[in-house]
């Protein structure tokens, strides 16, 4: 036997013997997720805009809410927290009240990102809620948006999300969010 072939054999009986254990392969963190949920006739056709963002420690975990409608909450908002299902549950379960209540969201869009901090994201809700609804400069739309920009740094550098000023709810959905490489619209 070499003597380099005599610390391998070494490193091989530490390995057998438990006693060392194999590089363990580094798994990938979880993904962040946010969705905008779209009532495409709310604010007389302009559109309206809701949040959802997942919980990175809680895959399980969603907090979602919205600003400024009637339909599902006064205009100061709401917040609340569950599984995709209750996300999904509710924003379906709501009912437009201006057309024979007809669904009220009938569509969303998500996109992952590499990043998420629901507490900040929470804060910001809490931030833009204080400021008190202005349909021109804060309005569901703004919300939302200050949403995911708080929950993750990457979209709030992502040059590609325009200020929610000067954007409809319906227009932003449409036109901003598929240049930004958000997912397809999934119908509710």
């Given at each position: 036997?070499?003597r380099a072939t005599a610390p391998v054999i070494g490193?091989?009986?530490?390995?057998?013997?438990?006693?060392?254990?194999?590089?363990?392969?580094?798994?990938?963190?979880?993904?962040?997720?946010?969705?905008?949920?779209?009532?495409?006739?709310?604010?007389?056709?302009?559109?309206?805009?809701?949040?959802?963002?997942?919980?990175?420690?809680?895959?399980?975990?969603?907090?979602?809410?919205?600003?400024?409608?009637?339909?599902?909450?006064?205009?100061?908002?709401?917040?609340?927290?569950?599984?995709?299902?209750?996300?999904?549950?509710?924003?379906?379960?709501?009912?437009?009240?201006?057309?024979?209540?007809?669904?009220?969201?009938?569509?969303?869009?998500?996109?992952?990102?590499?990043?998420?901090?629901?507490?900040?994201?929470?804060?910001?809700?809490?931030?833009?809620?204080?400021?008190?609804?202005?349909?021109?400069?804060?309005?569901?739309?703004?919300?939302?948006?200050?949403?995911?920009?708080?929950?993750?740094?990457?979209?709030?550098?992502?040059?590609?999300?325009?200020?929610?000023?000067?954007?409809?709810?319906?227009?932003?959905?449409?036109?901003?969010?598929?240049?930004?490489?958000?997912?397809?619209?999934?119908?509710?």
């Amino acid at each position: 036997m070499t003597r380099a072939t005599a610390p391998v054999i070494g490193a091989l009986a530490l390995l057998a013997t438990g006693m060392v254990a194999a590089p363990v392969e580094a798994q990938a963190a979880t993904l962040g997720r946010v969705c905008m949920f779209e009532a495409p006739r709310g604010a007389y056709g302009a559109g309206h805009a809701a949040f959802a963002i997942r919980d990175r420690g809680d895959t399980r975990h969603w907090i979602y809410g919205s600003f400024g409608s009637t339909n599902d909450a006064p205009v100061a908002g709401w917040i609340k927290g569950g599984s995709w299902e209750s996300v999904r549950r509710h924003f379906i379960s709501v009912r437009d009240k201006d057309h024979d209540n007809a669904r009220y969201y009938t569509r969303y869009r998500c996109v992952n990102t590499r990043d998420g901090d629901l507490k900040r994201a929470q804060s910001w809700y809490t931030t833009v809620k204080n400021r008190g609804y202005n349909v021109a400069t804060n309005n569901c739309l703004h919300m939302s948006m200050a949403v995911f920009k708080g929950y993750s740094e990457i979209l709030r550098k992502d040059t590609r999300l325009k200020s929610a000023t000067r954007w409809t709810p319906n227009d932003y959905y449409k036109d901003v969010l598929p240049a930004a490489r958000w997912e397809v619209s999934h119908s509710l």
